[in-house]
């Protein structure tokens, strides 16, 4: 069967609304929280199969309250959960999302049943050359590791989301297809392979996506907020793609990073060019500020295709 395999972490967010961001020792009171299912591989999972891409997710959750809740909310919307187990051990991952009016926030992720997530929870027969693995970084590094290895070694295609920022050694992002970052991932990232490009003089974004996209042998997507993003392919080719202009409309940014993920990779799995798949995905994360909420804001094709013939092509750069 086609389908996309994520392998990452599942959370129940308590979302908070704050006037402000506490300083180190400062209480701040708030009178409205949420808790909503969550966590980077979770959210990634629910925004391709928004769009309709066959879509399983690989993951660990607590035996308890929280984990069944998310369970039952990623099956109603499609995502495949046979592969996510429970654990008796450690409660499901928890994150505290405090956010502003202004639509940013801070983010603290209690990994709990995360953090003992297993590779061998992934049979390896579900990789092959018509499947994509979409990955990121809460769930342990050396088990991210054999599970890219092994989809790699098939044929499949590799995504890796590089949030949040960690070391990874080199011989990991051999096994990468396409490494989506944002800059302070790819600056960070770009430190540790002793690459020294400035990427905040004009056109250092792509520079730098080019250094990364030539030292790992990948395609490199530095996403840029509000500024777009940027893509360059192993071979020097690039492509530049504006984001949609929000201003006042932006209502919360939590989780427009995952969308953008996701929605590149159900893309990518339909075979859409590259230029196609940025644009795509960058209208989607777009639509996702404009709503409060993470998965609730993803939005369906339709959404995306109301849009795209108006959207501005993307640019070589
Ligand atoms: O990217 C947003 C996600 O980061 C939240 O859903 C939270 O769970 C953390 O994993």
């Known amino acids: ?15 908070i609304k704050v006037r402000h961001f506490p300083e180190e020792g400062e209480t701040i009171l708030s009178n409205s929280y949420t808790s909503t299912p969550g966590g980077k591989g979770a959210n990634q999972a629910l925004a391709a199969a928004r769009i309709g891409a066959k879509t399983a997710l690989v993951g660990k959750v607590g035996d308890d309250g929280p984990g069944l809740r998310i369970l039952n909310y990623l099956k109603r919307h499609e995502v495949m959960t046979s592969g996510v187990a429970k654990t008796p051990e450690w409660p499901t991952g928890m994150a505290v999302v405090m956010k502003t009016k202004s ?22 027969d579900i990789f092959h050359d018509k499947n994509i693995l979409l990955t990121q970084m809460e769930v342990p590094l050396e088990q991210n590791a054999i599970v890219m290895k092994a989809a790699h070694d098939k044929g499949a ?7 949040p920022a960690l070391n990874v050694p080199k011989e990991l992002l051999s096994l990468v297809d396409f490494l989506i970052v944002n800059q302070i991932e790819a600056r960070q990232l770009a430190e540790k392979l002793k690459i020294n490009i400035d990427d905040k003089i004009d056109g250092g974004a792509e520079k730098l996506a080019t250094a990364l996209a030539k030292s790992g042998k990948l395609t490199c997507i530095i996403t840029l907020g509000e500024a777009g993003v940027v893509a360059v392919s192993p071979d020097g080719k690039g492509y530049k793609v504006e984001a949609m202009k929000l201003g006042e409309k932006v209502v919360d940014t939590t989780g427009a990073g995952d969308c953008f993920c996701g929605t590149f990779t159900a893309c990518l799995h339909e075979k859409k060019p590259l230029a196609d798949c940025l644009r795509m995905a960058t209208i989607a994360s777009g639509l996702s500020c404009q709503k409060e909420g993470t998965t609730e804001a993803y939005p369906y094709l339709a959404d995306i295709e109301e849009i795209l013939e108006e959207f501005p092509l993307a640019k070589a750069v």
């Open 1 to 15: 069967m086609r389908m996309i395999i994520v392998f990452g972490s599942i959370n129940m967010d308590m979302n």
């Open 157 to 163: 295609q590799v995504v890796l989301n590089l949030a």
């Open 103 to 124: 639509g940013k926030n801070r983010i603290v992720v209690a990994s709990g049943a995360n953090a003992i997530v297993g590779a061998d929870q992934a049979p390896a």
